[in-house]
């Protein structure tokens, strides 16, 4: 059962499919709703509280601390966040462009602990592994899609530079995730 290439919500997914019950059935039972089941199966782990995740691992008739070993046991990958929206990502003005830098972080995660929106393992357009910097390094294309300057109410550089104090004081407070090794050739 237990595959260490699977999220704790991978896992939980296959056990409930294996019992041949929906995820609406589910969620009935240990009284949380469909989309709850839905998200923590893509590995939205934070949508359901311990209690349920409990619940659910009584319902299937496993134990939770297993399935929390096998799940830690996936290896760290490097990933980023490609909402522009994102405090995890840094605004820098190039000339009449506003791009955005994203923070690459090694993690088991799905999503972002920040935003939640899907976590990106490799370039979106030719999927070469994630490099250094603003710009894919194979193809060139953006890890996260800029916007016009002249879309920014006032200054686009004052504007940036608040983007980026907001963004900090925020990711200070809630870490998206374990950041990469500074000293390393891998960091972005």
């Known amino acids: 059962m237990a595959d260490a290439n699977k999220t704790l919500g991978e896992l939980f997914r296959d056990l409930r499919r294996e019992r041949k019950m929906t995820q609406a059935s589910a969620a009935q039972r240990i009284g ?5 089941i839905s998200a923590f199966e893509r590995g939205r782990e934070n949508v359901l509280s311990h209690e349920k ?3 659910l691992a009584h319902l299937y008739d496993v134990d939770l601390t297993t399935m929390l070993s096998a799940a830690a046991q996936l290896e760290p990958t490097a990933r980023y966040c490609s909402s522009r929206e994102c405090p995890t990502n840094m605004p820098f003005v190039f000339g009449e462009l506003i791009r955005f830098r994203p923070t690459v972080v090694q993690t088991n995660e799905s999503y ?4 939640g929106e899907p976590l990106v393992p490799e370039c979106p357009h030719c999927n070469a592994p994630l490099q250094p910097g603003l710009n894919c390094s194979r193809c060139g294309h953006e890890y996260v899609e800029g916007i016009s300057a002249s879309s920014v109410v006032g200054d686009p550089e004052e504007w940036a530079r608040h983007q980026r104090q907001r963004n900090a004081e925020i990711t200070s407070v809630v870490a998206p995730a374990v950041p990469r ?6 960091t972005v």
């Open 181 to 186: 090794n500074e000293n390393s050739n891998s």
């Open 112 to 115: 972002c602990r920040m935003c």
């Open 32 to 36: 949380s709703a469909q989309s709850q």
């Open 53 to 55: 995740i409990e619940a």
